[in-house]
């Protein structure tokens, strides 16, 4: 059903070619009336893609008859510094491709890192690694959610998210001195141990949290005019959301059951699992249909919740010790190659690095999933209205600095 | 009534207060005919001035407002909490440099911020500033400011085509459909308080809510059950009207850049602020007058008791009373534009064509029926506006 109605929506509007040869009922008109697409730049200056990313989007009058993404604007060759610095100075590279959630881009060439080097973390590092990723998780899904609601334009709920993230982003700054691009877990743990006080301020920011999580709920998520905005808009099926190869909040919006916490457990996330303490949010079709923007929307600020159970999880769980384990000041990595995917905010962030054993990688390779959500884009968007366009770019949740690294 | 007639309407209720207070003062060596040009230009200076300090009032209001809802405080710095940041600003844009983009159609884009805010400055002629002093007492004032405020979309089209931008023309395009499909529920959600007053006139419809103390509004439900659900009608009407969230859709930010304004910048930007601010206080205004009492007010009827009709306190009471209703208005608007996400222009649409214009319809007759076979055997008639 849900499938049938993706295809068709896809089939009446549309796939027709405004060059082509006009409906059967349309040829009359046509006859003496010479119309003609309008071309419009969405982008690369534009409030809503969310950074210098340019849309060009073919309309006809207000609906949209053909969307084609163009990227590179940001691009700043990540990859290849990654082949050109030593293993340790290409962490602060991570921060900056997915720069909302800088913590998890940390993790992930780390833990790459690690496995070729094949060291033992110490417990205590993993705790505040977990923790760290999460907090950051919530921080980015607070953006996510908070430029979704501008896009949709409602601003408010937008300063609101970013009073938590700034309560978020001053833990951080307690913690590693920097508010966006940390650079704190570092290859065998992280940098520094939590500061005094720190661990039972982040209990403090998870009761308010919760609390203000409501909030947003109430006054965004189940809003009628956003409701209406976003419901049965942008639907992704269920095979549509594999055939893109889309991951994280995009692919459980779907209603597949993937989250690589789970299914490919990292760090201390097969424990957690196990403790039952979190869950995973899947798009229910609740206010639509499924897979459209709405669930996009509500897996993120389910998740959100959920990622602050983790956070408590850890905080029970943490003990005294040392945080980063014995490695050298300049790394040499043995000769081999390690893939190390993990759950970011926005999907799977892979690292793919090569070693021939000397102080230098010989490859880096990063995927981002914002490069790979954006991809459907360009199937999404034919058909729409051009704000639903925008509703569209919005609940994709793309970093640009990611999408062109 | 013909065009003539119209014409013919304005002066019979006398100029206005200028005007007799210049004959009074005029020198014998004077013609007669300066008096009223004299009157005209001071008219038109102090409704200049009135829209400016209501649109300044406006945009620092909007900020407050907007700061308190977000958590912080909006403008703080240029005089006690930022009042006197809309005449930096005003200074700021009004030294900056005057562009006009390459293909634009030049003649056009010059002339629609004025178009703007020429017909909103029209519109403000037949507002009274209080029920002794006002520059135009026109019978049909109610269609005067429709009119006048409507000829907006003109200039606001002009400045969409002129600019040479798609965006503009998206903003452009979205304002012509919007305003039509809402002047109909507007006009006609306005019919049921005319009915009641059974006038058009301002300060007629004004006067008919004297009792009570100044309270006996027809918004009140004993008054006419249908003016209250005729009153929602109208607020989200103006609130299309004058472009304001949830239905900003013709400059929509998050879509359209700034929709037909995207190419503007400078002084004739800042005139479309000054028309969007001034529509928004006009409207409620008329809001005001035609369902919450206009110039009636407890403070109005005090005053006029203790000090008299023709007293100047009671003139200052009424003309307060009416520019805090039209505020209390402008409050609303801001506060929705707050709180709510922008509806899209199928939903705009929608709601305009196939919910306001029947509710209005239904309305208007539910309105008409209970005038007609209700009203005269109500129990507590007396006490009716």
Known sequence: ??????????TVETRVDP??????NEREFMLDVRTQDLEVNMG?????????????????????TGAQPHLGYLHRCAEKIGENVEWLQYLPYTDRYDYLAAMNNNLGYSMAVEKLMGIEIPRRALMIRTLCAELNRIGSHLIAFGTYGLDIGAFTPFLYMFREREWMMALFEKICGARLTYSYIRIGGVFNDAPPGWLSEVERFCDTFEEKWQEYVDLLMVNHIFVQRTANIGVISKAMALDFGLTGPMLRASGVD???????PYELYAEIWKSGCFAIPLGTGERGTLGDCWDRSYV????????IKIVRWCLGAIEPGPVIADIPKTLRV??????????????ELGHYVVSDGGKIAIRCRVRGPSFTNLAVLEELMPGVLIADTIAIIGSTDIVVGETDR | MTLAGLAASVPQHGTN??????????PDFVPVWVVPLTAIGIAIGITLAFVSVIAMFGTWLERKVAGHIQCRYGPMRVGWHGWLQPIADGVKLLLKEDMVP????????????????ASVLAAMAAYPLAPGFFFADIDLGIFFILAMTSTTTIGVVMAGWSSNSKWSLYGAMREAAQVVAYEIPLGISLLVPIMVAGSFNLLEVSRGQTGLWGMSWYVWPWVNPFMLPAFVLFFIAILAETKRAPFDLPEAESELVAGFMTEYSGIRWSFFFMEEYAAMFLYSVVGAFFFFGGFESPLTHFAAKFAGDGSVLYQVAAGGTLIVKGFAGVFLMMWLRWTLPRVRIDQVMTLGYKYLTPLALVCVLGAGLWEVFLAPHLPWRQYLP
């Open chain 1, 1 to 10: 059903m849900v499938e049938s109605k993706t295809v068709e929506s896809k």
């Open chain 1, 19 to 24: 060059h082509g040869p006009a409906q059967k």
């Open chain 1, 44 to 64: 690369p200056q534009h409030p809503a893609t969310h950074g210098v990313m340019r849309i060009l989007v073919r309309a006809d009058g207000e609906i949209c």
């Open chain 1, 258 to 264: 993937w989250d690589l916490r789970r299914d490919m």
């Open chain 1, 300 to 307: 993120r600020v389910m998740e959100m919740i959920e990622s």
């Open chain 1, 334 to 347: 043995p000769t081999g190659e390690a893939y190390v995917g993990i759950e970011n905010p926005r999907g």
């Open chain 2, 17 to 26: 207060a200028i005007n007799e207070l210049l004959a009074g003062v005029k």
């Open chain 2, 102 to 117: 390459l293909g634009a159609d030049r003649v056009l884009y010059v002339l629609a911020p004025a178009i703007v805010l």
